[in-house]
């Protein structure tokens, strides 16, 4: 059975400091990978995915992600973070007709 | 072209009475599924629908939870005598075709719907 694990709970980083949120995947075949972002309130947003090719995925806001088959991670990045990052985020695993969650990282940014 | 649109976005329901939760999806859009998020936790899917038919419910809860998708109208996500512990947030998403691994598809989230039961 496919499964997503973020293993951070809670994350903060100081505006202007490097990020990554880290995930790992368990699924049979090829997976293919998304993250999320949810600010209080909202919906989600799509930040980026990977379904096959170039390993590294640009994504909205300034992110990025790196498949690593190896090692069934798909870490999210940001170089430097802004004060409006400060979200929940969700990484995502999907298959045919399916598709699940982590528990999610929520991220906090100090001034 | 619109989005997936929830309503309501918020809903307020004593226990023991029901709560419906409806979503209209993108235009274009035959399939549907529902998430539950907890509070401090991450997204749980509950069930998978297309038109007419129910394709997926391994996350429903056995009791009180049903979905449907007519022919016609938004799904509807029906939660009968409700209990404190169904307060979350009730995402729904669709995509114009089932997710198949490679095919680009992707789907989209709508608001979300918050129940609290109080």
């Known amino acids: 059975a496919q499964s997503v694990t973020q293993p951070d709970i809670h994350i903060t980083v100081s505006e202007g400091a490097s990020l990554e949120l880290r995930c790992n995947y368990s699924?049979?075949?090829?997976?293919?990978l998304f993250w999320y972002v949810q600010s209080p309130g909202q919906g989600l947003q799509l930040l980026l995915k990977?379904?096959?090719?170039?390993?590294l995925v640009q994504g909205i806001k300034g992110f990025e992600a790196e498949f690593k088959r190896s090692q069934s991670s798909f870490n999210l990045r940001k170089p430097s973070v802004h004060w409006s990052d400060a979200a929940e985020y969700f990484c995502?695993?999907?298959?045919?007709?399916?598709?699940?969650f982590g528990a999610g990282t929520r991220l906090t940014v100090k001034p | 072209n619109a989005g997936v649109m929830q309503n309501p976005r918020h809903l307020v329901r004593r226990r023991g009475q029901e709560a419906r939760l409806r979503c209209s999806p993108m235009?274009?859009?035959?399939?549907v599924y529902w998430y539950r998020q907890l509070p401090e936790e991450g997204l749980k899917f509950m069930v998978y629908?297309?038109?007419?038919?129910?394709?997926?419910e391994s996350g429903m809860p056995k009791e009180r939870f049903s979905a449907e998708f007519p022919k016609e109208g938004p799904s509807i996500l029906r939660i009968q005598q409700v209990v404190r512990g169904d307060s979350a947030a009730y995402f729904c998403?669709?995509?114009?075709?089932?997710?198949?691994?490679?095919?680009?598809?992707?789907?989209?989230f709508g608001e979300g719907s918050w129940l609290t039961v109080v």
């Open positions: 998403a669709s995509s114009p075709r089932g997710i198949e691994v490679g095919s680009g598809n992707t789907i989209y």
């Open positions: 699924y049979g075949a090829t997976p293919y």
């Open positions: 990977y379904f096959s090719g170039d390993t």
């Open positions: 995502a695993v999907g298959g045919n007709n399916d598709m699940r």
């Open positions: 235009k274009g859009h035959s399939h």
């Open positions: 629908l297309q038109k007419e038919n129910i394709i997926d």
